[in-house]
């Protein structure tokens, strides 16, 4: 089992920035991949970001690819997402996740990830 516990998230004005943070305990952390993905109301979880075991290779969705960068810290059991150039668009509950099943790459698909954290909203206002 693992635990994800997600912090960071709060009320910006568009052009800001947050660091979401995500602390793991449970399994060894390195040995999984993680991901942020985030859920707008009415829509579907999307894919934001996703890091390899090692932190060595990483993925962005094109909505924030530029402005955001996703890292990891495997001595202390936490994966960060940092966010620049908020947009009101970029509002939604954001969400840590681990996958045990890839060994190569990041994957982008929700129903891959293993565990989930309760989420943080972030509220960008224009």
């Known amino acids: 089992q693992v635990q994800l516990a997600e912090s960071g998230g709060g009320l910006v004005q568009a052009g800001g920035s947050l660091r979401l943070s995500c602390v793991a305990s449970?399994?060894?952390?390195?040995?999984?991949?993680m991901g942020w993905f985030r859920q707008a109301p009415g829509k579907e979880r999307e894919f934001v970001a996703g890091i390899t075991r090692s932190g060595g290779s990483s993925d962005y969705a094109d909505s924030v690819k530029g402005r955001s960068t996703i890292s990891r810290d495997n001595a202390k059991n936490t994966v960060y997402l940092q966010m620049n150039s908020l947009k009101p668009e970029d509002t939604a509950v954001y969400y840590c996740a681990a996958d045990w099943r890839t060994r190569v790459g990041v994957t982008t698909t929700p129903s891959r990830y293993d565990y989930w954290g309760q989420g943080t909203q972030v509220t960008v206002s224009s």
């Open positions: 449970g399994r060894t952390f390195s040995t999984y991949g």
